[in-house]
């Protein structure tokens, strides 16, 4: 449940949500997103043969928007909670589908600054007592892309399949790249968390 410095197959392991959904290779996946209503939105996430491997559904909870994310079973793996503050968002991420609990928190992401034209989130571990992020996320509408880092290195990039009959319907598309032994279900949560501070 929490980071990993361990190194296997040659590569640090990053596992966030569980070692399951950290493999030996680049991860490739497809990530569809369908619009239902003006707080829903509803996320499947394919691989590159078309098997389900996550799915994120929500809506708001207590005036706040909350994501949940499931297996393709519908068994909750985490859930997303957004509070907003005067000039930033913040998302607390806890395993399972359970109430607000910091024992069970996994990660929070931070809004550097909402003022900047290309987003850019800060990601903070449980046991991170400083204020250096842990990971850091960039991206922006324009550029349709965003790319996950640790330090220097990226870990995930993302490429926004945009074009504007399937944005009139309610339906996007992202095309994601994961690092081998990169947790792929929290590289999607971050993915889900830009996409609702944006929007």
């Not at 499947?44 to 994310?69: A, E, F, H, T």
């Not at 859930?79 to 005067?86: A, I, P, V």
Request: hydrophobic content about 40%; aromatic content about 12%; overall charge positive.
């Amino acid at each position: 449940m929490a980071d990993s410095s361990g190194w296997e197959y040659g590569v640090p392991l990053i596992n966030i949500v569980g070692e399951n959904f950290c493999v030996p290779y680049t991860m490739e996946m497809y990530v569809k997103k369908r619009i239902q209503g003006l707080s829903n939105a509803h996320y499947d996430v394919y691989d590159i043969s078309g098997n389900l491997l996550l799915q994120v559904d929500g809506n708001l909870w207590k005036l706040q928007k909350k994501r949940v994310m499931r297996d393709p079973a519908g068994i909750p793996l985490l859930t997303m909670r957004l509070k907003s503050f005067k000039w930033r968002k913040v998302w607390s991420v806890h395993a399972g589908e359970t109430s607000e609990d910091n024992n069970n928190i996994l990660f929070k992401v931070e809004q550097a600054n909402p003022l900047q034209i290309k987003t850019k989130l800060e990601v903070f571990l449980p046991e991170n007592n400083s204020s250096k992020p842990d990971f850091h996320v960039t991206g922006s509408f324009a550029s349709l892309s965003f790319k996950v880092c640790r330090g220097k290195s990226v870990i995930s990039q993302a490429n926004h399949s945009y074009s504007w009959g399937s944005f009139c319907k309610g339906r996007e598309s992202f095309k994601v790249r994961v690092h081998p032994e990169v947790d792929y279900s929290f590289i999607v949560a971050l993915l889900v968390i830009l996409e609702e501070n944006e929007t």
